[in-house]
C-alpha cells in the first residue's frame, strides 16, 4: 500500500470534495485522513491517502485530470514525520497585529527546534478600542529535550517586543 499526501486548491462549490473522493475511491483508494478550508472563495485542502501500489499511477492520472475541472492538485509522498520523542504543545497567542508578527515568532520556534503543525491565524478588532489584534492558535511538536518553561521564557522574549500574551499548555 503507497501512502500519498495531496495539497488541493481550488474556487470553491457545492460537489467540490465528493469529486476529489470519488477520484480517489474510483482508484481503489482510502481516504485517510484531512484538514479543509474555505477562505476568500477558495477551497484549499490537505489530505492523506492510502492506495494499491497497482493503482498508484492510475490515481495520479486520475487526480491529474481533475485540473480540467479547476481543481489543482499536488501529490507528496506520505513520510513518517518527526520522532516519537517529540511533545505536542498548543500555543495560543493574542497581541497588537503589526507586519511581521508570524515571521517572528515562526523564525524562533524553528530556532528551538519546534516544528509547527498546524497553525491558524485571524485578525479581528480589540472588544475597546477596536484596533487590529493577532490572534493564533498552533499545534506544535516539541523536542523532549526543550522544557515547556524554556519555551514559554524564549517565547516571552518576543513578547515584549511584539506585544503578545502567549498561553502554552500539554495538548492531550
Known amino acids: 500500500m503507497d501512502h500519498l499526501v495531496l495539497t488541493i486548491i481550488a474556487a470553491d462549490k457545492p460537489g467540490l470534495v465528493g469529486r476529489i473522493a470519488q477520484c480517489i475511491a474510483g482508484q481503489g483508494g482510502n481516504w485517510l485522513e484531512s484538514r479543509m478550508a474555505h477562505m476568500a472563495g477558495q477551497f484549499a485542502g490537505i489530505l492523506r491517502v492510502s492506495v494499491p501500489a497497482e493503482s498508484r499511477q492510475a490515481l495520479m492520472d486520475a487526480l491529474e485530470d481533475l485540473s480540467t475541472h479547476g481543481i489543482r492538485v499536488l501529490v507528496g509522498e506520505s513520510s513518517a514525520g518527526l520522532a516519537a520523542a ?76 511584539l506585544m503578545v500574551e502567549l498561553a502554552l499548555r500539554n495538548e492531550e
Do not use: C
Not at 99 to 122: W, Y
Open 86 to 161: 517529540n511533545k505536542a504543545i498548543l500555543m495560543t497567542l493574542v497581541g497588537n497585529d503589526r507586519p511581521g508578527i508570524v515571521r517572528e515568532i515562526t523564525a524562533l520556534l524553528s530556532s528551538q527546534g519546534v516544528n509547527l503543525e498546524r497553525l491558524n491565524t485571524d485578525v479581528r478588532p480589540a472588544p475597546m478600542s477596536g484596533d487590529p489584534l493577532f490572534y493564533a492558535e498552533a499545534s506544535l511538536a516539541v523536542p523532549a529535550t526543550l522544557t515547556l518553561d524554556t519555551l514559554q521564557a524564549a517565547l516571552e522574549t518576543l513578547a515584549d517586543d
